[in-house]
């Protein structure tokens, strides 16, 4: 029987919908600062390779192809699922600052000073997709990257490029991106996209999991893109008792989901679970838009793990959450920490992929950067929460307790479902 997992949800009321309008405008500003070129998709050659990095990724998608070499893919949605090959080109360490994408300020991109794609290589099947496998194993392990709300094809692939390059991660890239607009305006259209997305990316999985070149998988899901991944992972148990053995861990930072709905859909992924990590922060300033908008209930990504009901029930459901809250981001929305802090991206590929446990003393991230880390299902109680930094206290004192509305049924184990595998 599944652990019993009972997030219950504190709320706090904002002070009528001007102050709601005033959060909306001041996050569109935000968002619409800054910028970058556009259309980078186009390859070039490398006049230098000696000098640069090169992450090779294969790219599963859901959105429409764009019919412009330049972009590749669009924002609109398509039955049929695409594969390519990606190659990307870093610039020398000396030129960039771990956590950061160098987006080119004009085209073509410079690779000595800006990250540049090299490679572009539509794959006509999926034995094509496995072959692709077979050549650029990492000893079977496999990273698989789940984007975020309001973010293009590439967006989306320059980042996983920055994260398995400046993570160390020994894992063969995989990047799943649904149809995003790109819009902030489009949240609405982004949120049914990864609805319209789920199966897609459970077959993928599946597909990763018959794969006899692939070990281990894990999961890196951001912001909506964890709502994608916990559907498309409850599919797969609903559909067979279980996830996927070989699905080791997920991993999701800054999760965009409703509190009530997450306990949901982790029971519902039957007795046989990955590990999860979470990544949150309360200063998410994207997380407190999406919050505005879903009436008003807490994002998983926004608790603060320390504080009770929380603590006890991540280590109760072998939960590990890391707060990332006081860590300084270069992101003015303070939703791509998990990214941006080379730090925690060496956390995810140093330590997560390989699924070592993050309760080793060993473990230094720096001030401010706090964790509880829970137990499993085979000594739940045994393990107490801890930080895995140092000078950082755990929080003994109580918290005060608040009046907290009903917001649903308490989650028990049951999930209320009959599951027959396939």
Known sequence: ???????????????????????????????????????VMTPVALANPATTSQVDMLVATTRQPSGDPATLFSGERSPTLSLTDVAV?????????????????????????????TRVRELASRDEARNWFREHTADGHVLL????????????VFRLAQIVHDSGAQATPMLFTWPSRARVLDYNYDKESTNYSRTALEDALWSLAR??????????????GTWLTMESLRQMGIRDGGVAPKIKNVILASPDIDLDVFAKQFVELGERRPKFTIFVSQ??????????ISGDVSRLGAIDPTAEPYRTQLEQAGITAIDLTKVRSGDRLNHGKFAD??????????????????TDSQITLGDGISAVVAGTAKNVGTVAAATISAPVKILEEPVPRRKRPKLGETLQGDTGTAAAPN
């Open 283 to 292: 200063d998410d300033r994207a997380l407190a838009l999406s919050r505005l």
């Open 89 to 117: 080109s870093i610039p020398p360490d000396s030129r960039r600052k771990p956590g950061t994408v160098q987006w080119p300020r004009r085209l073509p991109p410079n690779p000595e000073t800006d990250f540049a794609v």
């Open 211 to 224: 794969a006899p070149d692939v070990k281990d998988v894990t999961i890196l899901a951001h912001s909506m």
């Open 341 to 358: 802090s080379p730090e925690i991206v060496q956390l995810i590929g140093q330590r997560i992929v390989k699924g070592q446990t993050l």
């Open 1 to 39: 029987m599944p652990e019993k997992m009972d997030l219950r949800v504190r709320t706090r009321r904002f002070a009528g919908p001007g102050r709601a309008a005033s959060a909306l405008v001041a996050l569109l500003l935000l968002a619409g600062c800054g910028g970058h070129a556009k259309g």
């Open 145 to 156: 990257f789940v984007h975020g709300f309001n973010n293009t094809y590439e967006d989306s």
